[in-house]
């Protein structure tokens, strides 16, 4: 899904290997894995996994510490990495917005910033994503994050989280 948005959105054949592979770091193996995608794929790639990456060392830094490091991280990172990790905060809000129409609140549950530390995150990288201007993609996530303050509470968060 990720790999098909950043394709839709113009992306290039490493951006979009970089999509397929995004999650391999913090979930199959950190430091290693990221050496074994070079070795592979080659540098560029790896430095899209890399850059999209919120933590590559085991144990993991508490939550909102790893989200508040990549949220400052976006501005400066290369096109390729902000639309790959764009492209995959849009597939995953699109996919919490579908849960939560078959879950409801017990979709909260999965995550380890709870209700309010999501919708925080997503309202925050909507934001970020928004000012770095990766375009249409960024109006697509600011749209599913209002949504998701809609179903979540009613609406009564309006904009800013």
Do not use: M
């Not at 960024?138 to 179903?151: D, F, G, M, P």
């Amino acid at each position: 899904g990720v790999a098909s948005l950043v394709l839709e959105a113009g992306g290039n054949e490493d951006e979009a290997i970089g999509a397929l592979l995004h999650d391999a770091v913090e979930d199959q193996g950190g430091e290693a894995t990221l050496r074994e995608i070079a070795r592979r794929f080659g540098d560029p790639i790896a430095a899209i996994v890399a850059g999209c990456s919120d933590c590559k060392s085991r144990p993991k830094p508490p939550w909102r510490e790893r989200k508040l490091t990549y949220l400052a991280h976006l501005p400066s990172a290369s096109p390729s990495v902000r639309l790959v990790s764009l492209a995959d905060k849009v597939h995953n809000a699109r996919t919490l917005v579908l849960d939560y129409q078959v879950v409801g609140e017990a979709l909260w549950s999965r995550f380890r910033g709870g209700k309010d530390g999501t919708l925080w995150y997503y309202g925050e990288l909507a934001r970020t994503f928004g000012e770095c201007g990766v375009a249409p993609l960024s109006a697509e996530l600011a749209r599913l994050v209002a949504e998701l303050w809609r179903i979540a509470d009613g609406g009564t968060r309006g904009n800013g989280g």
